[in-house]
């Protein structure tokens, strides 16, 4: 070995050290997220919104023994194939142009995650990122690479426009305006996240993402880190409301690491939400909730305007909890 490249290594080897060395002493200070004493609230899963049957079935699951990622997967199936939900899968309300694309991600307790995006006539994205996750070396399949790998591993081609979606977007087209309007409604995109007996932690979320967006848009849910996120050692986050704010600040990863230092899942909600709002000092023209949970089962959730909930099934019982909002009604302005 001649001396430069010696130089070279050795140095690369003391830096390798010395960044080994940070980490670990950074995880000593930082982690300080598990509350060891603690007995854990489990198994639990708790959802955006007031979806109680998405909610149930992920409690079915868990409850009869399975694992949290089969239970994020088959809860949020719920929501994808109920037609009556117009901003999750069949059903969805349609891009400008008329398509339905959809949009979604999965994370197990090995931080493997898989990813569709700008997804068409497939009922069930959330199986596909499944796919996507356990069947390809890739974490993310957009648009036609992504309806192919679908059909190829047995998803059936659907219209997914109903009778009502496509009646709303003729109405829409005689004005064609776009806006993000601020969602009040107790239906929307499901992000759920859930532990289940051994104490681990998945997530998943699935939506049709912002009615009459812009040809290939395509939101946060899908993103990971955005919309959600999950680390088994300390907890996960996931998040919805008007995407691009969320990929901004990378909310739901955001929050976990929140959660890391010690924060717990409400507090780090809110700190999530403010974060935000400082960027967008006095704008009050989108919504936006993100939920949380640790490892020790505690929840927590914060949006900017009030109307946001969200779905909690847990050994204690099954219940809609309200989520406390930064402005405190959509006339007011900052409340800390
Ligand atoms: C998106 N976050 O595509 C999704 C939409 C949503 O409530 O959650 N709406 O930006």
Redesign the pocket.
């Given at each position: 070995m001649n001396r430069r490249k010696f130089l070279r290594n050795s140095s690369l080897g003391s830096a390798g050290l010395a960044t080994a060395t940070v980490l670990t002493s950074c995880k000593n200070e930082t982690d300080k997220s598990i509350d060891n004493t603690k007995e854990a609230n489990k198994p639990i899963v708790v959802c955006t919104w007031d979806f109680k049957n998405a909610s149930a079935k992920a409690w079915e699951v868990l409850n009869g023994d399975g694992n949290a990622l089969d239970a994020v997967e088959q809860g949020v199936r719920i929501e994808e194939a109920d037609v009556s939900n117009e901003?999750v899968g069949k059903g969805g309300r349609p891009d400008r142009d008329g398509n339905v694309t959809l949009?979604a991600c999965i994370m197990d307790k090995d931080g493997n995650c898989g990813s569709v995006v700008y997804l068409q006539n497939i009922a069930h994205p959330i199986s596909v990122a499944r796919r996507v996750m356990e069947e390809t070396p890739h974490i993310i399949l957009a648009g036609k690479g992504a309806e192919q790998f679908a059909y190829e591993q047995g998803f059936k081609k659907e219209d997914l426009l109903t009778e009502s979606t496509r009646a709303q977007y003729k109405e829409w087209l005689k004005t064609s305006k776009y806006e993000t309007t601020i969602?009040i409604e107790n239906h929307?995109?499901i992000g759920m996240l859930a532990i289940d007996g051994n104490g681990d932690i998945a997530g998943a979320c699935t939506?049709s993402?912002?009615a009459y967006k812009v040809a290939g848009r395509v939101?946060?849910?899908p993103i990971i880190g955005a919309?959600l996120y999950v680390d088994n050692e300390v907890g996960g986050a996931t998040?919805?409301?008007?995407?691009?704010e969320?990929i901004r600040t990378v909310g739901s990863f955001l929050i976990v690491e929140l959660m890391r230092q010690g924060k717990t899942p409400q507090e780090a909600c809110e700190e999530g939400v403010k974060r935000i709002m400082k960027k967008n000092e006095g704008r009050k023209d989108f919504?936006i909730g993100f939920l949380a949970i640790n490892k020790n089962g505690e929840t927590g959730a914060y949006c900017v305007h009030p109307g946001f909930s969200y779905r909690k099934y847990d050994p204690t019982g099954h219940e809609n909890v309200p989520s406390n909002s930064f402005y405190k009604n959509t006339e007011d302005h900052i409340i800390s």
């Open positions: 901003t949009d969602n929307d995109t939506t993402g912002m939101g946060d849910s919309g998040a919805t409301g008007v995407g691009e969320v919504q």
